[in-house]
């Protein structure tokens, strides 16, 4: 599969997962771009154009992420991260005490310790590594065919009202779940304070072209004939917030996200693991593995409300209207009516 996220999204961690789920593995082919185009067969593959992982250190940890770990142990270089005083590095997250009588000293320089008010690392410190280094490489990574992709998958940080995973109901659709993606500022865009932004395909910062002409693309891709096998379309939300308590996730994230890839798999097996919303197929009760995971439950990852997604969509038709205008494909603005019209039967 390949996913698009926004920067500091997460896609890093997910290119990189250890599973948390047993009987499952997963390969790293890269993890941050793809380039695809279809085979003879009519088959979307994807190699990934870039030697190396340049990834937010913040927390990143044995725990969180330990393939990243193996990575960064060695011909590695870090921006705006803190330093220690034996010659190694710190950031916020890193799940590791420094040893006993050595001492910090933040990225600007300055004496830091544990409690300090401001972060050691700065929140969009990164590292730099080769992707040699990271123990899951897939062994085709480097190969100029590029591997199958089956499922694209979208996502965004989202505290609130997009729930944890849910596929669109056609390859249309799935083009304008794309370009309805938005997500929370992070410390890696240009805004502050919470704002959700908008981020048609997590491409708004790339764009080369007419925006407009980039979703025409994507919808000629899914017209193609002769046996193309076409990926589906996904999207996901790690990021959901408890309402009760704000600094809370709800989903456990990291490794446990292969939960949510099991349930992709499921559906591109065939299997009946999905019930129909407004928004798309969403898991049925039971249908996502929540075993082990005390507290975590499926009505709150996956309630998708009728106020939330009314008023998102008419954000959206302003955004088209401010951003797009003319130039935004007739099928999506039919994507959008035909949302509005099942939110108004719900
Ligand atoms: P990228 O810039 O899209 O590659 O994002 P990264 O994978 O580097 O992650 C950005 C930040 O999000 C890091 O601080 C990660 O620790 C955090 N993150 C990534 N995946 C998850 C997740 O599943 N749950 C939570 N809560 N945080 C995550
Ligand atoms: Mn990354």
Same mark, same amino acid.
């Given at each position: ?15 990189? %997962?250890?599973?948390? %789920? @047993? ?34 250190? @913040?927390?990143?940890?044995?725990? *969180? ?13 870090? *921006? ?9 590095? +710190? ?11 050595? *001492? ?30 990271? @123990?899951?490489?897939? @062994? ?23 729930? $944890? ?36 395909? #997590? ?10 002409? +980039? ?34 996730? $709800? ?25 129909? *919303? ?9 249908? %996502? ?23 998102? #969509? ?13 130039? %935004? ?8 009516? #035909?949302?509005?019209?099942? $939110? !108004? !039967?719900?």
């Amino acid at each position: 599969m390949a996913a698009a996220f926004p920067s500091a999204c997460g896609k890093t961690n997910l290119a990189m %997962l250890s599973p948390a %789920l @047993p009987g499952w593995r997963v390969h790293c082919v890269g993890d941050d771009i793809a380039w695809m185009k279809f085979d003879d067969e009519g088959r979307l593959r994807a190699i990934n154009p870039e030697c190396g992982f340049f990834g937010v250190a @913040p927390g990143t940890s044995a725990k *969180t992420n330990p393939n990243a770990m193996a990575a960064v142990s060695r011909n590695t270089i870090f *921006t705006n991260v803190g330093h220690t005083s034996d010659g190694g590095v +710190y950031w916020e997250g890193l799940d590791q005490a420094p040893p006993p009588g050595v *001492t910090l000293t933040s990225w600007l320089g300055k004496p830091w310790s544990p409690g300090d008010p401001e972060p050691c690392a700065h929140p969009n410190s990164r590292f730099c590594a080769p992707a040699r280094q990271c @123990p899951i490489m897939d @062994p085709a990574w480097e190969d100029p065919r590029g591997v199958p992709i089956d499922a694209i998958i979208f996502g965004g940080r989202r505290p609130r009202g997009v729930p $944890l995973v849910f596929e669109a109901f056609s390859w249309r659709h799935g083009v304008f779940v794309g370009s309805a993606m938005r997500s929370e500022a992070t410390a890696a865009a240009e805004h502050k304070g919470g704002r959700i932004l908008h981020d048609p395909f #997590a491409m708004r910062p790339f764009f080369g072209y007419n925006a407009g002409q +980039y979703l025409a693309h994507w919808l000629a891709m899914g017209e193609r004939g002769g046996g193309a096998r076409l990926p589906r379309f996904f999207h996901v939300n790690w990021f959901l917030r408890d309402p009760a308590r704000p600094q809370k996730f $709800l989903w456990p994230g990291f490794g446990h996200n292969a939960r949510v890839l099991a349930w992709i798999f499921g559906r591109l097996e065939g299997e009946d693991n999905a019930q129909a *919303t407004p928004i798309g197929w969403v898991p049925r009760e039971g249908a %996502l593995d929540l075993r082990g995971l005390p507290g975590v439950a499926h009505r709150d990852l996956f309630e998708v409300g009728k106020e939330f997604w009314e008023k998102e #969509a008419r954000e959206l038709r302003a955004y088209y209207e401010e951003n797009f205008g003319e130039d %935004l494909p007739r099928e999506v603005m039919a994507e959008l009516e #035909a949302l509005e019209g099942r $939110l !108004k !039967k719900m």
